[in-house]
């Protein structure tokens, strides 16, 4: 079977964060994986090389990169080592279920049909495989898929609006992309000012960012990863929330201690002033 590349970017500052890491990668290493592309951040990043050192026995490399041009410009100097056609965006806090040759099978679906971009997890009972009911799409064992073209972009646009539901991400981190969206992801999202660019989230697109189409999606048939602490809008999803992982820090203060030390959202000057000048008059 065909091999992939596990690529991260991340910042683990805490011993939480660590030791969910660890976790999250014990569930996935045994898959076919032909190397590691890894940026390692914050206070841990020594701890997370020699764990990374003592688990992986060849084709890690290590990088601890954190320029002023930001995360997208560093992910795009990692991104020179990859050496194969398929990338796995690695979030520290997801964990696969089931078992690792799930993910061999879908890998090898992605390259059989040449699938672009597969969300990896918040399956959440299967809310990406009801948008298809818009298109037309093919089924495999694994995984279904059709092509995120401006027609097909359209459709599914009705669709949420029929159903009245908020659409879902085009591009997220956690999903297996191809080499070659994954890279001209990252340079679309050189043009994004919305987050801080020492942050990852300017890589992501929402349903409004287009400029990505078009691609071919893939969707999971079935639950393959769940997130440790994020429920992401449903009551009980999380690993935590069904009892499948210990509490040992809540959400609220992991994500407060993130706050803490640096600002999601890019400031907005022509704000500042506005609420100066609400200010003065009040």
């Given at each position: 079977?065909?091999?992939?590349?596990?690529?991260?970017?991340?910042?683990?500052?805490?011993?939480?964060?660590?030791?969910?890491?660890?976790?999250?990668?014990?569930?996935?290493?045994?898959?076919?994986?032909?190397?590691?592309?890894?940026?390692?951040?914050?206070?841990?990043?020594?701890?997370?090389k020699k764990f990374?050192?003592?688990?992986?026995?060849?084709?890690?490399?290590?990088?601890?990169?954190?320029?002023?041009?930001?995360?997208?410009?560093?992910?795009?100097?990692?991104?020179?080592?990859?050496?194969?056609?398929?990338?796995?965006?690695?979030?520290?806090?997801?964990?696969?279920?089931?078992?690792?040759?799930?993910?061999?099978?879908?890998?090898?679906?992605?390259y059989e049909n040449?699938?672009?971009?597969?969300?990896?997890?918040?399956?959440?009972?299967?809310?990406?495989?009801?948008?298809?009911?818009?298109?037309?799409?093919?089924?495999?064992?694994?995984?279904?898929?059709?092509?995120?073209?401006?027609?097909?972009?359209?459709?599914?646009?009705?669709?949420?609006?029929?159903?009245?539901?908020?659409?879902?991400?085009?591009?997220?981190?956690?999903?297996?992309?191809?080499?070659?969206?994954?890279?001209?992801?990252?340079?679309?999202?050189?043009?994004?000012?919305?987050?801080?660019?020492?942050?990852?989230?300017?890589?992501?697109?929402?349903?409004?960012?287009?400029?990505?189409?078009?691609?071919?999606?893939?969707?999971?048939?079935?639950?393959?990863?769940?997130?440790?602490?994020?429920?992401?809008?449903?009551?009980?999803?999380?690993?935590?929330?069904?009892?499948?992982?210990?509490?040992?820090?809540?959400?609220?203060?992991?994500?407060?201690?993130?706050?803490s030390k640096i600002?999601?959202?890019?400031?907005?000057?022509?704000?500042?002033?506005?609420?100066?000048?609400?200010?003065?008059?009040?």
């Amino acid at each position: 079977m065909r091999k992939f590349t596990v690529f991260a970017n991340f910042f683990i500052d805490t011993e939480e964060r660590f030791l969910r890491l660890k976790d999250s990668f014990f569930s996935f290493s045994k898959a076919n994986i032909h190397e590691w592309c890894i940026n390692i951040r914050g206070n841990y990043k020594q701890d997370v090389k020699k764990f990374l050192e003592n688990n992986i026995s060849k084709n890690l490399k290590v990088f601890f990169l954190e320029s002023n041009e930001g995360w997208i410009n560093d992910s795009l100097e990692v991104t020179k080592n990859i050496n194969t056609e398929i990338v796995f965006f690695w979030i520290e806090d997801h964990i696969c279920t089931t078992d690792v040759y799930k993910i061999n099978l879908v890998v090898e679906e992605m390259y059989e049909n040449k699938i672009d971009h597969l969300i990896y997890s918040f399956f959440h009972k299967g809310i990406f495989i009801e948008p298809l009911n818009a298109v037309h799409h093919e089924k495999k064992n694994n995984i279904s898929f059709f092509l995120y073209d401006s027609e097909n972009y359209n459709k599914i646009k009705n669709w949420f609006e029929t159903k009245n539901i908020k659409p879902y991400y085009l591009i997220a981190c956690c999903s297996f992309m191809s080499l070659e969206l994954f890279k001209k992801n990252l340079l679309i999202s050189k043009k994004k000012k919305k987050y801080n660019k020492m942050l990852p989230f300017n890589f992501e697109k929402n349903f409004l960012e287009n400029q990505i189409l078009p691609f071919n999606n893939g969707v999971l048939n079935s639950e393959l990863f769940v997130s440790i602490d994020d429920d992401h809008g449903e009551q009980g999803y999380s690993l935590i929330s069904r009892k499948q992982y210990p509490k040992r820090v809540p959400k609220k203060q992991l994500d407060e201690i993130r706050k803490s030390k640096i600002n999601i959202f890019v400031p907005n000057p022509l704000k500042k002033t506005i609420e100066k000048i609400f200010t003065l008059f009040k």
